[in-house]
């Protein structure tokens, strides 16, 4: 396998996420985690998808300033290219409301200490070895969290004939990453890795230098303007029996 480089998002490499596996989505858009109601295909003409992209890079990086961006790209390194392979998306329950009501149907699942969820494992298809740079990519987000004191993470693939199809992942990708089945059934398991939760007093010093105050009212937290600040991180009203899984 190429040597590998990880490095969390940031504006400059929002745009190097490369495509998914499903036909149409597009990652810089997607609010399917986001939002009950949201989708992963990209905009049409008319569906301000600049507009969209911005809101995406915004919750994506929203917290970075207290807790870390909530995304992490794989590089694929050699002797004359630096090309972005695989994405992994995660954040706080909080961040995610179709994780939250997905696990909200298994009771069984601890509530202390809350997971941070990975909602996204995507992994180019013209690698050779795709699933262990999505193991890699794995093991570099678990142990960026565990830097930061999160003591759980949980992961909700699907049982699929193309496991690379939904946004989460392989189940088996998570296995080789010793995440553990710890609910649901063989078509919508639940996977959770337990952290030291040790914090690495290196990686937040870092994170303050890149989280150093600027004039600005809206530290620590900087929000995206307009009228979708509210949508950063609010729950959703609920539709009657919603499908958390979605219809595709």
Same mark, same amino acid.
């Given at each position: ?13 929002? !745009? ?12 810089? +858009?997607?609010? =399917?985690?986001? %939002?009950?109601?949201?989708?992963? !295909?990209?905009? +049409?003409?008319?569906?301000?998808? @600049?507009? &969209? ?5 915004? &919750?994506?990086?929203?917290? %970075?300033?207290?807790?870390?961006? *909530?995304?992490?790209?794989? *590089? %694929?390194?050699?002797t004359v290219a630096r090309v972005a392979v695989g994405y992994a998306q995660f954040g706080p329950l909080s961040a995610y409301p ?7 149907? *298994? ?11 990975? +909602? ?9 070895? &795709? ?16 830097? %930061?004191?999160? +003591?759980?993470?949980?992961? =909700? ?16 990708? =998570? ?15 639940? =996977?959770?890795? !337990?952290? @030291?939760?040790? @914090? ?13 105050r600027e004039e600005s009212d809206e530290w620590p937290l900087p929000l995206p303007k307009g009228p979708s600040e509210e949508d950063v991180f609010r729950l959703p009203d609920k539709p009657k029996r919603p499908n958390p899984f979605g219809d595709?």
């Amino acid at each position: 396998m190429a040597e590998l480089q990880f490095a969390l998002l940031d504006e400059e490499s929002f !745009e190097d996420i490369p495509a998914p596996a499903q036909p149409g989505a597009r990652c810089q +858009t997607c609010d =399917y985690w986001e %939002r009950l109601d949201g989708g992963r !295909e990209a905009p +049409t003409e008319g569906g301000h998808p @600049t507009a &969209r992209a911005n809101l995406k890079r915004n &919750r994506l990086l929203a917290a %970075r300033a207290v807790s870390g961006a *909530y995304a992490m790209l794989a *590089y %694929r390194i050699d002797t004359v290219a630096r090309v972005a392979v695989g994405y992994a998306q995660f954040g706080p329950l909080s961040a995610y409301p179709r994780a939250q009501s997905i696990r909200d149907r *298994y009771p069984q699942l601890p509530e202390s200490p809350a997971p941070w969820i990975v +909602t996204c494992l995507q992994v180019a298809a013209d690698g050779a070895d &795709r699933a262990g740079v999505g193991v890699a990519l794995l093991e570099a987000v678990c142990g960026e969290l565990d830097g %930061r004191g999160i +003591t759980a993470v949980e992961a =909700y693939p699907e049982g699929v004939d193309d496991p690379w199809l939904p946004s989460p992942g392989p189940a088996s990708v =998570y296995e080789e990453a010793a995440f553990e089945r710890v609910g649901g059934e063989e078509r919508f398991p639940v =996977y959770r890795r !337990e952290l @030291t939760g040790e @914090t690495d007093a290196d990686a937040w010093s870092g994170l303050l230098r890149v989280a150093e105050r600027e004039e600005s009212d809206e530290w620590p937290l900087p929000l995206p303007k307009g009228p979708s600040e509210e949508d950063v991180f609010r729950l959703p009203d609920k539709p009657k029996r919603p499908n958390p899984f979605g219809d595709d």
